[in-house]
């Protein structure tokens, strides 16, 4: 193998760009030529491509977005689009590409490796929720983003005995919301992994209130209702009145945390290496802290599940 490839696919993570760079620069110490494909999918399809050599991928450690930009991308979910796709890599003499993005670029990688493509998953994801991997790059940066506001508003909160709803980011998945809250301190966390009655959230902020707490926050998943919702099922239920902040995209940018980084730069070698030794249709993990290689369909096929003992530290910690 001479050459490969690397794109970012899916929602851009803080990270993105360190896992890049080792792609590039492990290639650069193997001896080997690294292509960067723009535009996720799309430029794939398109031939949008640029070298990676070691300058191009200089400055951009602890840049947040992606240098090769992200897409989602119609095209590459027909069978025509990922044909014309295998095309022009094969017109560039490309011989295997590393794809960094969440479970649904996985599928689109899958498919790659069927079709007799070498691929290498590496998950970049703020939401973590990819079966495979402790932690998805740009995770721990989006908790520390969060983290950082919710504290401001904890101020805030403290000042003026309120309760208030921090809506964070999670269609499906708590993770972001359940590491949030313990980091935070949080009263009470709701995730979509968690059938929610707010007859028993009243309960249990009835409880808090007689416990003379000066503030109440409670950590909202998005995927479960909006902080709005939340807010008006609250009044109308208990009386209470809440203040609702809903987070959105500032957890997404940012500089990656030295964990990210660390974490990004490991998976991105390890990405490449793996390609050079013939793996294929293969994600990389870090499980107890190592690197390991487990199949692509894993990312979607199984359910990552929450940590009981985080869901238990926010009940008895509060
Ligand atoms: P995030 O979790 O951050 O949203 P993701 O990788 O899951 O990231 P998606 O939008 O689901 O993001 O997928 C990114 C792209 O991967 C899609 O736009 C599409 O091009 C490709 N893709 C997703 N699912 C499939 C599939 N079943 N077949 C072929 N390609 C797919």
Not at 99 to 120: C, E, M, N, T, W
Not at 210 to 233: F, P, Q, W, Y
Not at 288 to 298: G, I, K, P, Y
């Amino acid at each position: 193998m001479k050459r490969i490839a690397v794109l970012t696919s899916g929602g851009d993570s803080p990270g993105m760009n360190a896992a890049i760079r080792a792609v590039a620069r492990t290639c650069v110490y193997n001896e080997k030529e690294c292509i960067g494909v723009m535009r996720g999918y799309e430029g794939l399809i398109d031939g949008d491509y640029i070298p990676l050599d070691r300058a191009a991928v200089g400055g951009i450690l602890h840049r947040g977005g992606t240098i090769l930009k992200t897409a989602r991308s119609e095209r590459f979910m027909t069978e025509q689009g990922r044909r014309t796709a295998i095309d022009r890599m094969a017109e560039a003499h490309i011989e295997g590409l590393v794809v960094i993005g969440g479970d649904g670029s996985f599928h689109g990688a899958k498919l790659l490796h069927d079709a007799g493509v070498p691929v290498i998953g590496v998950p970049g994801t703020i939401d973590n929720d990819v079966a495979g991997t402790d932690e998805t790059i740009g995770f721990d940066t989006a908790v520390n983003t969060a983290l950082e506001a919710v504290m401001r508003l904890r101020d805030t909160a403290s000042s003026h005995d309120r309760l208030f709803i921090v809506e964070v980011m999670g269609r499906n998945a708590g993770f972001l919301a359940l590491e949030i809250a313990v980091a935070s301190g949080a009263e009470y966390v709701v995730v979509p992994e968690l059938p929610l009655s707010i007859g028993n959230l009243c309960q249990k902020l009835r409880v808090s209130h007689e416990k003379k707490k000066s503030h109440t926050l409670i950590i909202l998943a998005e995927g479960v209702m909006r902080g709005n919702d939340m807010r008006d099922k609250l009044q109308d239920t208990g009386g209470y009145d809440a203040r609702v902040t809903v987070l959105g995209y500032i957890q997404r940018g940012g500089s990656p945390t030295s964990f990210d980084v660390v974490l990004a730069s490991r998976m991105g070698a390890y990405a490449a290496e793996s390609l050079f030794v013939g793996k294929s249709g293969m994600m990389i993990g870090n499980m107890n802290h190592r690197m390991v290689l487990t199949d692509l369909e894993r990312a979607w096929s199984e359910q990552k599940s929450l940590s009981p003992e985080l869901l238990g530290l926010v009940e008895k910690l509060n």
